[in-house]
C-alpha cells in the first residue's frame, strides 16, 4: 500500500500526518509513505528527520490586504498555486499512492486536488473545530473528511462523507512511559520539570514573556528543570533578550532552550506542568499523557478557536487558561511556581486531562483510509 501525506506550515499540520503514518506501519508494515510539504515549513526539518522522504512543493498563503505589497504577493501567490498543481500531479502520476491524505495547511491544496482530479481517493483530516479554508474548499470532492470536533461538521456542510475520528496522537506519545522518560531526563522523584512551547514558528509576543520568565528563574534561583521550545523565529534573538535582563543562562543548568523539541513524547511524559498553546494537536497529546498544563491560546486564529478548546478544558479542571493579553512573565513564574507547590491539584488536573483522551482515534482514521481506498 502507498499512502502519500501532506500537510504543512506548523506542527499542528504536520504531527498528525506522522501519526497516520507511524500507525499504517504498525499495522502493515509494507506500507510505503511519502510527505509532500513545502521548504520553509517544519516539515522540512521533521520528515526528514522521522525518515519518510519529502516532495518540496512551494506555495504560500493570500494576505487580506488590499495594499500594493500584498497585492504583489497574491498575484505571486496565485501564480505559484497554479505550478504547485502542475508539480503536484506529476509527482502523484510518477509514485502512484493509493490514498492522498491532506492534514492541512496551504501546501494541502495543490496536493489533494491533483489528486481529486486524477481519480486517486482522498481524505482529509481536519483537527480544529473550526475548518481550515484548504478543508472547506477540498471537502466535498474528498472521499473522506475526518473531524476532531463536532462543531466542525456543520461547518463543512453536514456532508456525509464526513465522520467523527479524534485527533490522531503519536504511537510514542500514546506508549510513552513516565518513569522511564524521567530517568532519560536524569530527573529523581522529588524533581519538577517544566516544559514550554508555543509552536514550531514561535510566537514574538509570547516569547518575550517568556524571556522574561527564564530571566526571573535565573536571578531568583531555578528550582525546576524548564525546558523551552523557541521556534525557529524566535531561537536567535530569545537568549539575548534573556541575557539583556541581566541573567546568565550559561551558569542555570536546569534552564534549556531549543529551537525544537524532537523528543517530545519523552519530555513530556517527563514534565509535571506543559505550558502552551492550546491547539488541537497539542491539546490530543496532552490527554492522551494525562498531564497538567497552562494554556495561552492563540488569539491570532480564526474565530478564536484556541481559547474555546482551551476553555473546554479548562471547564472540567484539565488545565488553567491565561489569556495573552493578561500575560506576563512574572505571571506565568507565579502560576508555574503554585502549580508545582502543590502536588494535588496538579494530579487532579493530569486525571481530569486524560479522561478526555481520544486514544482510539488512531485506529478510526486507519479503518476510514481502508474504506477510501477501498470504495
Not at 498563503?61 to 498555486?81: C, D, E, F, V
Request: net charge positive; charged share 20%.
Amino acid at each position: 500500500m502507498k499512502l502519500y501525506i501532506t500537510g504543512g506550515g506548523t506542527g499542528g499540520h504536520v504531527t498528525p500526518g506522522l501519526a497516520i503514518a507511524r500507525y499504517f506501519q504498525q499495522k502493515r508494515p509494507d506500507t510505503e509513505v511519502r510527505f509532500a510539504g513545502t521548504s520553509k515549513g517544519i516539515e522540512a526539518q521533521l520528515i526528514p528527520r522521522e525518515g519518510y522522504p519529502l516532495d518540496i512543493v512551494e506555495i504560500t498563503g493570500l494576505r487580506r490586504s488590499m495594499r500594493p505589497k500584498a497585492i504583489g504577493h497574491n498575484i505571486g501567490a496565485m501564480y505559484q498555486t497554479l505550478t504547485a498543481q502542475a508539480k503536484a500531479k506529476k509527482l502523484l502520476q510518477k509514485h502512484r499512492p493509493d490514498c492522498v491524505i491532506g492534514c492541512g495547511g496551504y501546501v494541502s491544496f495543490p496536493i489533494v486536488s491533483a489528486a481529486q482530479k486524477l481519480g486517486i481517493p482522498t481524505v482529509l483530516l481536519e483537527v480544529n473545530a473550526l475548518p481550515g479554508v484548504t478543508t472547506k474548499m477540498l471537502a466535498k470532492k474528498a472521499k473522506k473528511v475526518l473531524i476532531c470536533f463536532e462543531e466542525a461538521r456543520s461547518l463543512l456542510g453536514n456532508g456525509d462523507n464526513i465522520f467523527m475520528t479524534g485527533s490522531p496522537v503519536r504511537t510514542e506519545i500514546v506508549f510513552a512511559d513516565r518513569a522511564s522518560a524521567r530517568k532519560k531526563c536524569g530527573l529523581s522523584e522529588n524533581d519538577r520539570m517544566v516544559v514550554s512551547f508555543w509552536g514550531s514558528m514561535g510566537a514574538k509576543y509570547m516569547n518575550e514573556h517568556m524571556a522574561d520568565m527564564l530571566a526571573r528563574e535565573a536571578l531568583e534561583g531555578t528550582k525546576f528543570r524548564h525546558v523551552h521550545a523557541t521556534g525557529s523565529a524566535a531561537y536567535a534573538w530569545l537568549p539575548e533578550l534573556v541575557a539583556s535582563k541581566g541573567a546568565d543562562l550559561k551558569a542555570h543548568p536546569n534552564i534549556c532552550l531549543t529551537e525544537y523539541i524532537y523528543d517530545m513524547a519523552d519530555q513530556m511524559a517527563a514534565a509535571d506542568l506543559i505550558i502552551c498553546r492550546a491547539g488541537a494537536a497539542t491539546i490530543g497529546e496532552l490527554c492522551a499523557l494525562g498531564r497538567a498544563s497552562i494554556m495561552v491560546p492563540s488569539p491570532y486564529v480564526a474565530e478564536n478557536h484556541q481559547e474555546k478548546n482551551a476553555r473546554a478544558l479548562e471547564k472540567v479542571g484539565a488545565c488553567q487558561v491565561l489569556l495573552e493579553n493578561q500575560a506576563s512573565g512574572q505571571k506565568l513564574l507565579d502560576m508555574t511556581t503554585a502549580l508545582l507547590a502543590d502536588d494535588d491539584k496538579r494530579e487532579k488536573m493530569a486525571h481530569s486531562a486524560a479522561k478526555l483522551a481520544t486514544l482510539d482515534a488512531g485506529e478510526k482514521i486507519y479503518q476510514h483510509i481502508l474504506e477510501a481506498i477501498g470504495s
